[in-house]
């Protein structure tokens, strides 16, 4: 199972976060994950919400060029180590990560983590032989309860 | 060695082509001189009369005349011919003001369709060849020129105009069109819409004769492998009759000037002084056989370079480079000049829109030059290295292009401004006047 992350370009300059993230608020888009990666000129920021298309079209027609992207995304139990092992067991299975963040859910010792590897369907297999839960879309509302 | 329209012109001695430019030149300024108040009046102002002028040596001696000379003069002002042997007029789009408007007589089209058939004849055409002409007919001056030229040749012509494009490939399938006659752009469309229509064995084209807009070497090469062509240039102005004023031979090399009717010279576009000979700098034309609009020392703005070494096709006249850039916009950046147009062809290459501002500015005694260029759906992509790549890639082309390195920014969509539709392309923060 996957989750639909949004990418959206940004500008780096001063207020280029602000206005995306108001323009957000302004439409009652709740922010479920967002992690940010820049270059001297330019970001990409990453965002999970409850839904994504309704969050492409705001952004849109915002003016704002963004692509979904599947990303795999576990909940861990929010204590030492677990990241590790999550992380070894992908590691040894050759799955090459290209970034991950974390986010915490509001639920009670409970953290998740998101993937974006080469191979998301190799990678889910991976982790469901190994009885790990990967998370879909629609899990994602009861998380924040 | 090649075919040739006009065997006996084309191929003329360096020393008679000259002496025949020199005659004709002193019979056109006594001629202007005579008709056209608006340049006898400049030609008094610098002290010069026909009587100074003995030859193309001397031709440094008379006045320019510009773009803005014409529109002030608009529409008469440079009428050299009585309006009853008036026969067609041209005109110019006049996207960048008032439009000018060409005249000419018979003799004035015959020479123009001259020119044009040679052209036609120099892309291998016979009179065995149909040609499809797919510029618009109307004012502008493209199929009329590439028309009547092979009329004169003797080719079948079919007078396509442009648009419809299922007619044009209906057409140039079922008669055979041999060559096409449009801008490269449309071109390039129609080759497209030839591979998604799967008709590529229907199509009989051998050459394709493309002007009227500037086009790359990439471009070229394209439009030659999806079609199974060869691509040449054709080049011209409304003011100087149209299309035809130069073209292209079997060598691909440079655009061979009708020197019979053409004389040109290279000029700094800043102080109006002559180049010497191979320097690139603003194409000056004198039109020394045209009545109706017979214009001397018109400034193209174009900047290209004459290139006077004899050219493997036989022929003798001088060929120009395909214009590199229009005087008009040239900045000198680091020492070297840059032309927008050069900035806007890397990035058509590279895939980004023609949306791009160019911000100069200079830090103690340093220039800088940044490109900006608005992001797309297209290039986007969530992965940070990829998009970093395209920048470099981007980086890298501007750089072997201009010679000189140049930051590259990308941009919001829509985020650069636009004044009345066109945008600011070029904004020079070093106050350098
Ligand atoms: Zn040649």
């Known amino acids: 199972m996957n989750i639909q992350q949004i990418s959206v370009f940004l500008e780096n300059r001063p207020g280029a976060m602000a206005a995306f993230t108001k323009l957000l608020q302004k439409n009652n888009i709740d922010l479920r994950a967002l992690s940010l990666a820049e270059t001297e000129n330019f970001g990409i920021v990453r965002v999970i919400t409850d839904d994504p298309m309704t969050t492409v079209q705001v952004l849109k027609d915002g003016g704002y060029i963004c692509s979904l992207t599947p990303v795999i995304a576990v909940a ?30 509001k639920k009670a010792n409970s953290a998740c983590i998101a993937f974006r590897v080469t191979d998301n369907e190799a990678a889910s297999k991976l982790l469901a032989e190994r ?6 879309q629609e899990d994602l509302p009861a998380l924040f309860e | 060695m090649g075919n040739y ?44 009369e026909p009587r100074h002028i003995k030859g193309i040596e001397d031709l440094h001696l008379l006045p320019f005349i510009t773009k803005d000379d014409l ?30 408007v060409a005249f000419y007589t018979q003799a004035d089209i015959d020479l123009w369709e001259d020119c044009c058939a040679r052209a036609i004849v120099a892309a291998g055409g016979t009179k065995k060849d149909v040609v499809q002409v797919s510029y618009g007919y109307g004012l502008f001056t493209g199929a009329a020129g590439i028309a009547g030229g092979a009329h004169k040749m003797g080719a079948m012509t079919l007078p396509m105009s442009s648009g419809n494009t299922d007619r044009q490939l209906q057409f140039m399938a079922d008669l055979e069109a041999t060559i096409i006659a449009c801008t490269p752009s ?32 990439e471009m070229r090469h394209d439009i030659e492998q999806s079609l199974g062509i060869k691509a040449y240039d054709i080049y011209g102005l409304t003011e100087l009759s149209g299309p035809g004023v130069s073209f292209e031979c079997e060598e691909q090399a440079g655009m061979h ?13 800043k102080t109006g002084e002559v180049l010497p ?45 395909k214009p590199m850039g229009r005087s008009d916009d040239m900045m000198i950046v680091k020492g070297v000049n840059v032309f927008p147009s050069q900035i806007e062809t890397v990035l058509m290459n590279q895939g980004y829109p023609a949306n791009y501002q160019i911000i100069v500015t200079r830090v103690k005694t340093s220039d800088n030059i940044e490109v900006q260029v608005e992001m797309t759906p297209e290039m986007f992509s969530d992965s940070l290295t990829e998009v970093s790549k395209k920048e470099k890639e981007l980086v890298g082309a501007l750089k072997s292009m201009l010679g000189i390195y140049c930051d590259v920014r990308l941009v919001a969509p829509k985020s650069i401004t636009r004044s009345e539709g066109k945008a600011q392309r070029v904004i020079d923060k070093r106050n350098l006047y």
Request: aromatic share 8%; glycine share 8%.
């Open chain 2, 5 to 48: 329209h006009h065997p006996e012109i084309e191929t003329m001695p360096r020393a008679d082509i000259e002496a025949l430019q020199s005659a004709r030149l002193v019979e056109a300024v006594e001629r202007v001189y005579n008709t056209v108040p608006a340049y006898r009046k400049k030609m008094e102002a610098l002290g010069v």
């Open chain 1, 131 to 136: 009885g790990i839960k990967t998370l879909g």
């Open chain 2, 257 to 269: 000037i009708n020197e019979d009717h053409f004389i040109p010279e290279i000029i700094d576009p």
């Open chain 2, 277 to 321: 000979k191979g320097s690139k700098g603003e194409l000056v034309f004198t039109a020394v056989t045209k009545h109706a609009f017979p214009l001397l020392r018109y400034r193209t703005k174009d900047i290209t370079q004459l290139n006077y070494e004899p050219c493997a096709c036989g022929r003798t006249h001088v060929r120009m480079h």
């Open chain 2, 186 to 217: 449309y071109a390039a469309y129609l080759a497209e819409s030839i591979h998604e229509k799967g008709m590529r064995d229907q199509i009989k084209l051998k050459a394709g004769i493309f002007g009227a807009e500037a086009w790359t070497e």
């Open chain 1, 76 to 105: 861990i139990e929010d204590k030492p180590g677990a990241l590790v092992d999550l992380l070894d067991t992908m590691g040894d299975a050759g799955i090459n990560l290209e970034y991950t963040y974390a986010f915490l859910a």
């Open chain 2, 71 to 100: 529109r002030e003069e608009y529409p008469y002002g440079f009428l050299g011919a009585p309006l009853d042997d008036v026969v067609r007029i041209q005109s110019t789009s006049g996207t960048t003001g008032r439009r000018v």
